[in-house]
C-alpha cells in the first residue's frame, strides 16, 4: 500500500485530502513543519505533500522548511523521497531552488483538483479516479447568504468538494448562521441520480454553522421535491421554483419595501465574499472545464498560466454606442478581444455561422430598439435553441424583477444593472469565466 505524508496543510484541505487517499487505498499521515522531518524518518512514505503559507512578504520557505530540507537531502533513506508543494505564487527562480530536494511539483493554490490527482497517480503509480461528469458548480457570498449554482450533472468529486469549500468560505468570513440558496433549475434529473443527490445534501448540511430550515432549493425538478419531502433528515429544507420568494424570504426584512423589493434579486447576485486567495486550497473548477493554453502547465509551477492563456473572445451585444465604445476599450486594456453588435439579429447570424466556438462570453442588453424585434430575450433563447452553451452576462437599465428571473431562467449566468463602471463589468466577466463556466 502506498503512503503519504501530509505536512502542515490547513484543517479542513487536510481533511478532504485524507478522506479521498484513504478511497483510493493510499495510506495518511500527517505533520506539521516542527516535527516533519521526524515524521518522515518514522513512516518512510513514497511522498510528501508540503503545504506553504505567506505570511506578509517573508518567504514562504521559512528556516523551519530550509532545515528540513537540508536534512532530507543528507539522509539517504529519505533523500530520493518525492515531495509535491501547495503554496502561494513564486518566481520560477525560487520554485528552481527547491528542486535539488526533492520536490517534483509546485502547484500554486488554489490547486485545480483533477490535475493535482492526475501528478498523485503518476508518483503512487495508481489509478487515481476523478469522476469525468459535466458539472458547473459554483459559489458566492452575498453578506451572509451563499449561493450554491450547480448545471449540467452531478459531479461526485465536486459534490465531496463543496462540503469543503463551503466550510472554508465560512470560516474566512466568520459567518455564524449563513442562509443557503441551492439552485439547480438547471439540472433534468433520474432516479439513478438519487444517490448523488443525498450525497449532495448531506455535505451541504455538513458544517454546523448552517442551519436546515436556512436553506432554500430552486429546483424544476419533481425528483428532488420527492427526495427532500420523504426525507426525515431533511426536514426543514424548503424546495421553490420561484426565486423571487426565496429571495423575499432569506433578505432581511428591514431591507424590503416598495421602494427596493424590485432591486432585491439584482443585490443579491453580486459577490460580496472574501474568499482570501491565498487560504483557498482547492478550485471548484476543473482544467477540463475551463480554456487551456497547450503551452502552459496547468498552472503547475507557473503563476500566470491562469491569466495568460487563450485570449479571452467577448461578443458585446448592445445597441447603446457609448457603452459597446467603453467595454471594448476595457476589454482590450486586459487583454481580451471585443466583437461589437448593436442588435440581436446580427449576433445571432455571427454566433451561428460555425460549427466552431467562435466567443467566450457574451455581455448582452435585454432591451434594443431597432432589432426587427430581436431583443434580448429571444437572443438567450435562440442560443438555447442552436445548442450554443457560450455564458452570457445580462447587462440591462431593466430593475424589475420578473426581468432579473427570466434572464436567468433562459440561461444567462449572471446579471448586472446599468450603469456601472467598466471595471465592475471586467471583474464580473472574469468571475463567470473563473467559475468554470466554459464548456
Excluded: W
Excluded at 457603452?323 to 476599450?329: C, G, N, P, S, Y
Excluded at 471585443?338 to 449576433?347: D, H, I, P, Q, R
Excluded at 424589475?400 to 448586472?416: D, T
Aim: with cysteine; glycine share 6%; hydrophobic share 40%.
Amino acid at each position: 500500500m502506498a503512503k503519504v505524508l501530509i505536512i502542515d496543510a490547513t484543517p479542513m484541505f487536510r481533511e478532504f485530502l485524507k478522506d479521498k487517499l484513504i478511497t483510493e487505498r493510499v495510506s495518511v499521515e500527517v505533520a506539521t513543519n516542527r516535527d516533519a522531518y521526524m515524521k518522515l524518518l518514522s513512516s518512510l512514505p513514497d511522498l510528501v505533500i508540503l503545504n506553504l503559507e505567506k505570511v506578509g512578504d517573508e518567504n514562504p520557505v521559512n528556516e523551519n522548511l530550509q532545515d528540513f530540507f537540508q536534512k532530507k537531502k543528507r539522509d539517504p533513506n529519505v533523500g530520493r523521497t518525492p515531495i509535491i508543494i501547495l503554496g502561494p505564487v513564486m518566481e520560477r527562480e525560487e520554485v528552481a531552488k527547491l528542486i535539488p530536494f526533492g520536490i517534483i511539483k509546485y502547484f500554486t493554490k488554489p490547486i485545480k483538483f483533477d490535475v493535482f490527482f492526475e501528478s498523485l497517480s503518476k508518483v503512487l503509480k495508481g489509478n487515481f479516479i476523478v469522476d469525468p461528469t459535466p458539472c458547473v458548480l459554483d459559489l458566492h457570498l452575498n453578506n451572509n447568504i451563499i449561493f450554491v449554482e450547480i448545471a449540467l450533472g452531478l459531479n461526485r468529486d465536486k459534490i465531496s468538494l463543496l462540503k469543503y469549500k463551503l466550510s472554508e468560505l465560512i470560516e474566512n468570513n466568520d459567518l455564524s448562521y449563513p442562509k443557503v440558496v441551492l439552485m439547480m433549475t438547471g439540472l433534468s434529473l433520474s432516479f439513478v441520480d438519487g444517490q448523488n443527490l443525498e450525497l449532495l445534501f448531506n455535505n451541504l448540511l455538513s458544517d454546523s454553522h448552517i442551519v436546515k430550515s436556512y436553506v432554500k432549493v430552486l429546483s424544476l425538478d419533481s425528483i428532488v421535491f420527492e427526495l427532500v419531502s420523504g426525507h426525515p433528515e431533511y426536514e426543514g429544507i424548503e424546495v421553490t421554483k420561484d426565486l423571487s420568494s426565496v429571495l423575499s424570504k432569506i433578505v432581511d426584512k428591514r431591507d424590503v419595501n416598495e421602494e427596493t423589493s424590485d432591486t432585491i434579486v439584482q443585490r443579491v447576485l453580486s459577490d460580496t465574499g472574501d474568499y482570501g486567495s491565498d487560504e483557498a486550497s482547492i478550485e471548484m473548477r476543473f482544467v477540463s472545464d475551463s480554456v487551456k493554453d497547450d503551452n502552459s502547465e496547468n498552472g503547475e509551477n507557473d503563476s500566470a498560466s491562469e491569466d495568460s492563456g487563450t485570449t479571452i473572445r467577448v461578443a458585446v451585444v448592445d445597441d447603446d454606442q457609448i457603452v459597446r465604445a467603453l467595454l471594448q476599450k476595457s476589454f482590450q486594456a486586459i487583454g481580451a478581444k471585443a466583437e461589437l453588435f448593436t442588435s440581436g439579429k446580427e449576433f445571432i447570424s455571427r454566433a451561428t455561422a460555425s460549427k466552431e466556438k467562435i466567443f467566450d462570453i457574451v455581455i448582452l442588453d435585454i432591451f434594443m430598439e431597432g432589432t426587427n424585434g430581436m431583443g434580448g430575450f429571444d437572443v438567450l433563447r435562440a442560443l438555447k435553441a442552436n445548442g450554443i452553451q457560450t455564458p452570457v452576462i445580462v447587462y440591462s437599465q431593466a430593475i424589475q424583477r420578473e426581468m432579473i428571473v427570466k434572464s436567468l431562467s433562459l440561461g444567462a449566468r449572471s446579471y448586472l444593472l446599468k450603469p456601472q463602471k467598466p471595471e465592475a463589468v471586467i471583474h464580473k466577466t472574469m468571475e463567470v469565466l473563473n467559475a468554470g463556466r466554459e464548456f
